[in-house]
T-cell receptor, first 116, second 110 residues
């Protein structure tokens, strides 16, 4: 099966600009995650969707970050306006969902964002 | 608060040497723990989960509830084991929410 797709792979913007990332999960996967991975740290969950509903967005900086998954398939994550500290790799992951909690999460290649 | 600690940022060994990547967690309840791995230029992927009690690529990990540890071990390291390794407990009651450690880079030298 095709893996999780993300675009763009790299993005360089200036602070206060806006940026959007796109993710297409594995076909049939109901659960979708967005993680932020700052250099030297592990991935941190930003938001989790179950189909098109938000399950957990407790660590999403809602004053500048937003995400949607309107049709329960692909998803976009937006930052507006960007800050220097948003420089990170943004990972998308998906899981089949609805089954055992230990189901594997499959990760995309990530989008590397640099804010100047 | 749930916390996972990987005390070593870098672990450097020679081929054939034993390897132990440490993971300690601070967690209430009965955790489920995972090890994820990221090889150079590849995606983050699941290596193993404690509930399966499996050995993957020669790696094993035992959950020690007394010491709240989930160390990853391999008796004889290979060069292809060089990668970033992340310990990740699953938050109980959450929708499969993982808390990742900061990671340990394993470098296996010939």
């Amino acid at each position: 099966e095709a893996g999780v797709a993300q675009s763009p792979r790299y993005k360089i913007i200036e602070k206060r600009q806006s940026v959007a990332f796109w993710c297409n999960p594995i076909s049939g996967h109901a659960t979708l995650y967005w993680y932020q991975q700052i250099l030297g740290q592990g991935p941190k969950l930003l938001i989790q969707f179950q189909n098109n509903g938000v399950v957990d967005d407790s660590q999403l900086p809602k004053d500048r970050f937003s995400a949607e998954r309107l049709k329960g398939v692909d998803s976009t994550l937006k930052i507006q306006p960007a800050k220097l500290e948003d420089s990170a790799v943004y990972l998308c992951a998906s899981r089949r969902g609805g089954g055992q909690p230990t189901e594997t999460q499959y990760f995309g290649p990530g989008t590397r964002l640099l804010v100047l | 608060a749930q916390r996972v600690t990987q005390p070593e940022k870098l672990l450097s060994v020679f081929k054939g040497a034993p390897v132990e990547l440490k993971c300690n967690y601070s967690y209430s309840g009965s955790p489920e723990l995972f090890w994820y791995v990221q090889y150079s230029r590849q995606r983050l992927q699941l290596l193993l989960r404690h509930i399966s009690r499996e050995s993957i690529k020669g790696f094993t990990a035992d959950l020690n509830k007394g010491e709240t540890s989930f160390h990853l071990k391999k008796p004889f390291a290979q060069e292809e084991d060089s990668a970033m390794y992340y310990c990740a407990p699953r938050v109980w009651g959450g929708y499969n929410k993982l808390i990742f450690g900061a990671g340990t880079r394993l470098a296996v030298h010939p």
